[in-house]
């Protein structure tokens, strides 16, 4: 089975990792992780110098969080960090393209801009995607 999952490092992500990390344990689960940063570059000019690079920076940070988990329990894992200004579409093309069996997602996530811009993530994953989603709590 192979399994993708998305995460932001917030609370409910790392949930959707502890499920995945379950199992990549119990039923020796392929996993991806992956990370989105919100690309905002060309499309707002008002925004303050430096936020796409701390966007990436926390989009990063978020992945090797949960790669963390993996690594303590000595399973392999991996990693993708993408950037998009619509993260769902980034996650629902990837499953097209690695042809996967299910996606994880926690059913919310970081707020403030990316809130505001994006919508729910989840909801459009769901509503969207070309495999089982499994929306986690």
Request: contains cysteine; charged residues 25%.
């Amino acid at each position: 089975m192979k399994v993708l999952v998305a995460t932001d490092g917030s609370e409910h992500s790392m949930k959707a990792v502890q499920r995945a990390l379950e199992l990549a344990e119990k039923q020796q689960a392929q996993v991806t992780l992956m990370a989105v940063a919100y690309y905002v570059k060309d499309y707002f000019d008002e925004m303050p110098p430096g936020i796409q690079d701390k966007l990436e920076s926390e989009a990063a940070a978020s992945l090797k969080k949960a790669k963390a988990l993996f690594d303590q329990k000595g399973i392999k894992v991996e990693t993708e960090l993408q950037a998009g200004l619509v993260p769902a579409n980034n996650i629902i093309r990837k499953a097209e393209e690695g042809k996967f069996d299910r996606i994880i997602i926690g059913s919310s996530g970081i707020h403030g801009l990316g809130r505001i811009l994006m919508g729910s993530t989840a909801a459009k994953v769901v509503a969207h995607a070309p495999c089982e989603v499994t929306v986690v709590r």
